[in-house]
């Protein structure tokens, strides 16, 4: 699986981002995707996940409630709506795809990474 992430930026805190993430190359619909972020100087942490077939979602607590993962199986793609953002938000985030779920040492597939800064 091939995963290209896109639409992160630099906002202000409180302020509203969604970030793609558009799979190619394997047969998007059997795979569970998540996110995850990775701060300068941290290491990578667990954001949301989605179940294959969209019917489950999971979140880190330091995003619940202000995140949502979703899927089209028909596009192909996951998203990430981020919403009420904050400082501590900042990070590069990552698609990642795997047939297993989302642990991080069993992730076969990762996109490339897009970054999100936000400003106080």
């Known amino acids: 699986v091939q995963l290209q992430a896109s639409g992160g930026g630099l906002v202000q805190a409180g302020d509203s981002l969604r970030l793609s993430c558009a799979a190619s190359?394997?047969?998007?619909?059997?795979?569970?995707m998540s996110w995850f972020r990775q701060a300068p100087g941290k290491e990578r942490e667990f954001v949301a996940a989605i179940n294959y077939s969209g019917g489950s979602t999971y979140y880190a607590d330091s995003v619940k409630g202000r995140f949502t993962i979703s899927r089209d199986n028909a596009k192909n793609t996951v998203y990430l709506q981020m919403n009420t953002l904050k400082p501590e938000d900042t990070a590069v985030y990552y698609c990642?795809?795997?047939?297993?779920?989302?642990?991080?040492?069993?992730?076969?597939?990762w996109g490339q990474g897009t970054q999100v800064t936000v400003s106080s």
């Open positions: 190359g394997r047969t998007f619909s059997n795979y569970h």
């Open positions: 990642a795809a795997d047939r297993s779920g989302w642990d991080i040492r069993r992730i076969n597939y």
